[in-house]
């Protein structure tokens, strides 16, 4: 979709006259709108109360000469602390309403109120119109849904001289929230490990980025075993993308970004129930997340260094797989006594986390979908979070109200660190039913050394449906995250 100012609305496209709430109670709209469409605003405002609501869309047919005109009306929301929640929404929820409606171009006519169009909310309007534009349709033979082409804006409403800048920005987030989406929603029999990287090979020719993957031998030779052990029962081979992107070299401060890549979980000797197995293809979407982030940060330019790690691999049952009662041993020398091969992400991201650091991450953040226990604690709402340095966790709690996309802080307590205690080997991979989410980040924990962040997205990778500008399946979630994290820590 192509989002441009225009001095004039065309009659030819539908028009969307939006409608927001101020703080006082009234009612803003656009007041140099012609007499004949003002009459439509007014009557929606007499007749429908919550007219303003970010979900309220409907459409008027205006007679125009021989013809007719469709007038839509919709809500931005009304004001609230922080406004740019729902705008993204409301802009979302609009073009949404446009696919249904089958239109093609749209011409939208925004409120008189400067709030609006604040550097910040104004962007998060933009996203909410490209990734309510968002379906995911790449293999059905024929395309049930037609995308919003075209959207234009009345200048007048606009501060002209920061749409380019803004709109970019907006334009390269949205861009990788889309990707990191159809990456996860992709299926596992089109995304295995190795394709993962021949894309990422691809996305990064035209960017100021360096890439290495890391093929098994190379994995081999770095001695990364417990990623190797769970590859082990797949044809597949595993992988590991390296990204680096020098935005600020003068700067020591290193980000590290590291995400779980397993492109089909089946449990592996530890087979997970049939019912709901077709999901584990997004077992993946941290990956995706971190792939997506720092495309998007070298796209936007910013004075920043980041180091991206995505370890690949696909879980399976197999004569060569890794069992329950095996003992491995892990980049830093560390040995893990296997006791579930269900438990596989945090064997993957122990060997990254261990060669990002090596390889000169200052900070750390590792991103997964790692456990259904953070599910069961925190719904689809929020994602979970553990650390140790609440100093580097308030940035990124600073990131997640700018974005909202919604963080939990859990305990780090080391009370909880008995539950991997093993009587064979240095720590156990799972730690039981009881506190899953927290041991689970707990046990990430002995694999590094510097400020470092879990962040379990199981609760928010997919949902089953479509609520604002969050989309059904897939929702890229993580990307605008880290990217504002990438801001808040290097203040560029």
Same mark, same amino acid.
């Given at each position: 979709?192509?989002?441009?100012?225009?001095?004039?609305?065309?009659?030819?496209?539908?028009? #969307?006259?939006?409608?927001?709430?101020?703080?006082?109670?009234?009612?803003?709209?656009? !007041?140099?709108?012609?007499? *004949?469409?003002?009459?439509?605003?007014?009557?929606?405002?007499?007749?429908?109360?919550?007219?303003?609501?970010?979900?309220?869309?409907?459409?008027?047919?205006?007679?125009?000469?021989?013809?007719?005109?469709?007038? &839509?009306?919709?809500?931005?929301? *009304?004001?609230?602390?922080?406004? %740019?929640?729902?705008?993204?929404?409301?802009?979302? $929820?609009?073009?949404?309403?446009?696919?249904?409606?089958? @239109?093609?171009?749209?011409?939208?006519?925004?409120?008189?109120?400067?709030?609006?169009?604040?550097?910040? +909310?104004? !962007?998060? @309007?933009?996203?909410?119109?490209?990734?309510?534009?968002?379906?995911?349709?790449?293999?059905?033979?024929?395309?049930?849904?037609?995308?919003?082409?075209?959207?234009?804006?009345? #200048?007048?409403?606009?501060?002209?001289?920061?749409?380019?800048?803004? +709109?970019?920005?907006?334009?390269?987030?949205?861009?990788?929230?889309?990707?990191?989406?159809?990456?996860?929603?992709?299926?596992?029999?089109?995304?295995?490990?190795?394709?993962?990287?021949?894309?990422?090979?691809?996305?990064?020719?035209?960017?100021?980025?360096?890439?290495?993957?890391?093929?098994?031998?190379?994995?081999?030779?770095?001695?990364?075993?417990?990623?190797?052990?769970?590859?082990?029962?797949?044809?597949?081979?595993?992988?590991?993308?390296? @990204? +680096?992107?020098?935005?600020?070299?003068? $700067?020591?401060?290193?980000?590290?970004?590291?995400?779980?890549?397993?492109?089909?979980?089946?449990?592996?000797?530890?087979?997970?129930?049939?019912?709901?197995?077709?999901? /584990?293809?997004?077992?993946?979407?941290?990956?995706?997340?971190?792939?997506?982030?720092?495309?998007?940060?070298?796209?936007?330019?910013?004075?920043?260094?980041?180091?991206?790690?995505?370890?690949?691999?696909?879980? /399976?049952?197999?004569?060569?797989?890794?069992?329950?009662?095996?003992?491995?041993?892990?980049?830093?020398?560390?040995?893990? *006594?296997?006791?579930?091969?269900?438990?596989?992400?945090?064997?993957?991201?122990?060997?990254?986390?261990?060669?990002?650091?090596?390889?000169?991450?200052?900070?750390?953040?590792?991103?997964?979908?790692?456990?259904?226990?953070?599910?069961?604690?925190?719904? !689809?709402?929020?994602?979970?979070?553990?650390? $140790?340095?609440? *100093?580097?966790?308030?940035? &990124?709690?600073?990131?997640?109200?700018?974005?909202?996309?919604?963080?939990?802080?859990?305990?780090?307590?080391?009370?909880?660190?008995?539950?991997?205690?093993?009587?064979?080997?240095?720590?156990?991979?799972?730690?039981?039913?009881?506190?899953?989410?927290?041991?689970?980040?707990?046990?990430?924990?002995?694999?590094?050394?510097?400020?470092?962040?879990?962040?379990?997205?199981?609760?928010?990778?997919?949902?089953?449906?479509?609520?604002?500008?969050? %989309?059904?399946?897939?929702?890229?979630?993580?990307?605008?995250?880290?990217?504002? &994290?990438?801001?808040?820590?290097?203040?560029?």
């Amino acid at each position: 979709m192509k989002i441009n100012l225009a001095d004039k609305i065309t009659t030819q496209d539908t028009i #969307a006259v939006g409608i927001w709430k101020s703080i006082s109670g009234d009612c803003n709209y656009n !007041q140099e709108l012609p007499k *004949e469409i003002l009459d439509i605003v007014k009557y929606t405002l007499n007749h429908e109360l919550e007219s303003y609501k970010e979900t309220y869309q409907k459409i008027f047919c205006l007679k125009k000469g021989r013809g007719f005109v469709k007038i &839509l009306v919709w809500g931005l929301g *009304e004001q609230t602390e922080d406004i %740019s929640v729902s705008l993204r929404n409301a802009a979302a $929820n609009l073009v949404r309403f446009c696919i249904k409606e089958k @239109l093609q171009n749209l011409s939208c006519i925004l409120p008189n109120n400067e709030l609006l169009f604040f550097d910040y +909310n104004f !962007q998060a @309007l933009l996203e909410g119109f490209y990734l309510g534009n968002y379906c995911f349709d790449q293999y059905k033979s024929k395309k049930e849904i037609s995308k919003l082409q075209t959207l234009t804006i009345a #200048a007048k409403t606009v501060p002209v001289e920061n749409f380019s800048t803004i +709109n970019k920005t907006a334009e390269i987030l949205s861009k990788n929230v889309i990707l990191a989406r159809d990456l996860t929603n992709m299926p596992a029999n089109e995304l295995n490990p190795k394709k993962i990287a021949k894309l990422a090979e691809k996305m990064v020719k035209k960017l100021p980025l360096k890439i290495n993957v890391l093929s098994e031998k190379e994995l081999q030779k770095n001695n990364l075993n417990a990623l190797l052990a769970v590859a082990s029962g797949s044809t597949n081979s595993p992988y590991m993308i390296v @990204l +680096n992107y020098q935005g600020a070299p003068e $700067n020591k401060e290193v980000l590290g970004l590291v995400g779980k890549g397993v492109t089909f979980d089946s449990g592996g000797i530890s087979l997970k129930p049939a019912e709901g197995m077709q999901e /584990m293809k997004d077992d993946m979407a941290g990956a995706a997340t971190v792939l997506g982030s720092i495309l998007a940060i070298a796209e936007l330019g910013l004075s920043c260094n980041v180091l991206a790690v995505i370890p690949c691999v696909e879980n /399976m049952p197999s004569g060569n797989a890794y069992r329950p009662g095996d003992i491995i041993t892990a980049m830093n020398g560390k040995t893990i *006594e296997i006791i579930s091969t269900d438990a596989e992400g945090r064997l993957i991201l122990a060997d990254a986390l261990c060669y990002a650091e090596n390889f000169g991450a200052t900070k750390i953040i590792d991103v997964a979908t790692l456990t259904g226990a953070c599910m069961v604690a925190l719904g !689809q709402v929020y994602a979970g979070s553990i650390t $140790n340095s609440m *100093e580097f966790h308030d940035l &990124l709690s600073t990131a997640s109200k700018k974005t909202d996309e919604k963080l939990w802080l859990m305990p780090n307590d080391q009370e909880y660190k008995k539950l991997l205690k093993s009587e064979f080997a240095d720590l156990k991979n799972s730690g039981g039913r009881f506190a899953g989410m927290i041991s689970a980040g707990l046990f990430l924990e002995e694999f590094v050394s510097k400020n470092w962040i879990h962040i379990d997205i199981a609760p928010t990778a997919t949902v089953p449906e479509n609520n604002g500008y969050i %989309s059904k399946g897939a929702t890229g979630y993580g990307v605008r995250l880290l990217v504002q &994290l990438v801001q808040e820590v290097f203040k560029c």
